[in-house]
């Protein structure tokens, strides 16, 4: 059974820091080739944050993320994790995890890619 499921998501200041936890069920993670964040903030399209491939051959980050937020998995390949730091009021949406089980080096960051979705978690900041 294909299931993802996204957690870690809350409340942080400008500047600070969350890690999100992305947990892939068995089959889910059997399969992916690679494994994608992505968010959606109110009224604008889903976008590509960072995506690993699971052999931790390549990882790729969206402009506006790099040398802030570090995607990562744990050794089993179950769990993904996307550590942000030095976060931004522009850092607030909802957060999702993908999986993608075909290994073709295209648009890695592009969420149309993504076979398999979680249902995300929120991020949002406070004063």
């Known amino acids: 059974q294909v299931e993802i499921v996204e957690s870690g998501g809350g409340s942080a200041q400008v500047g600070g820091s969350l890690t999100l936890s992305c947990v892939l069920s068995?089959?889910?993670?059997?399969?992916?080739?690679?494994v994608g964040w992505f968010r959606q903030r109110v009224e604008e399209e889903r976008e590509g944050v960072a995506t690993i491939y699971t052999d931790v051959s390549r990882i790729f980050y969206a402009d506006s993320v790099k040398d802030r937020f570090t995607i990562s998995q744990a050794n089993s390949q179950s769990t993904v994790f996307l550590q942000m730091n030095d976060l931004k009021s522009e850092d607030a949406a909802i957060y999702y995890c993908?999986?993608?089980?075909?290994?073709?080096?295209?648009?890695?960051?592009?969420?149309?890619?993504?076979?398999?979705w979680g249902r995300g978690t929120k991020v949002t900041g406070s004063s």
């Open positions: 068995s089959d889910t993670h059997r399969t992916a080739c690679m």
């Open positions: 993908a999986a993608e089980p075909i290994c073709e080096s295209w648009s890695e960051l592009d969420p149309k890619r993504f076979k398999n």
